[in-house]
């Protein structure tokens, strides 16, 4: 396991975002993975924060609601496949887990684990959440993006660690 700066690996990991990476919350018994492909990097209320997006219609948003913190994990080797499951199939109806073969590590300081995989690490406490309100978002986004009126709510996490594993 290797500390890495936030700062130093962001251009390389938001590339690799848009690709999609595991977004993992647990709260209590519940454990989900999903796939993200929109996140945000950058320094808000002077701490180092990345903000993901969960639409409401998800399995994970029930247990994101509940969390006090997640884990966002980027494979550095192949994982096409599992990404692909992770963002077609629902939790409710899946065990991501057992389906695609992965397994958690524990985290450093989030209670939510990270995907046991060659990759970078970025563990998460959530310190702000907002529901996004449609009548502030431009309407060519509100028509293309967002046609079924599934909205996302915006999770805020400070970066309590962000580090590599082989």
């Known amino acids: 396991m290797k500390d890495i700066d936030y700062k130093q690996a962001t251009p390389d990991?938001?590339?690799?975002?848009?690709?999609?990476?595991?977004?993992?919350?647990?709260?209590?018994?519940?454990?989900?993975?999903?796939?993200?492909?929109?996140?945000?990097?950058?320094?808000?209320?002077?701490?180092?924060?990345?903000?993901?997006?969960?639409?409401?219609?998800?399995?994970?948003f029930g247990i994101i609601e509940k969390a006090h913190d997640f884990t966002v994990t980027i494979p550095l080797t192949d994982?096409?496949?599992?990404?692909?499951?992770?963002?077609t199939q629902s939790g409710r109806d899946q065990n991501k887990f057992?389906?695609?073969n992965l397994e958690t590590a524990q985290s450093r300081h989030a209670v939510?684990?990270?995907?046991?995989t060659c990759g970078r690490h970025y563990e998460c406490k959530i310190i702000f959440k907002s529901a996004m309100?449609?009548?502030?978002l431009d309407n060519d986004y509100n028509t293309g993006l967002y046609a079924d009126r599934d909205?996302?709510?915006?999770y805020f996490g400070e970066i309590m660690a962000c580090y590599e594993t082989d």
Not at 16 to 39: C, P, Q, Y
Not at 79 to 87: L, S
Not at 133 to 136: G, H
Not at 151 to 154: A, E, N, R
Request: with cysteine; hydrophobic share 40%.
């Open 13 to 60: 990991s938001l590339d690799r975002i848009t690709k999609g990476v595991f977004l993992t919350v647990k709260s209590g018994d519940d454990l989900n993975t999903m796939t993200i492909g929109w996140a945000t990097i950058g320094v808000v209320w002077r701490k180092p924060i990345m903000m993901v997006a969960v639409r409401q219609s998800r399995h994970t």
């Open 79 to 87: 994982m096409k496949k599992e990404i692909a499951f992770c963002g």
């Open 98 to 100: 057992g389906a695609c």
């Open 112 to 116: 939510s684990p990270v995907i046991k």
């Open 133 to 136: 309100d449609p009548v502030f």
């Open 151 to 154: 909205y996302h709510t915006l």
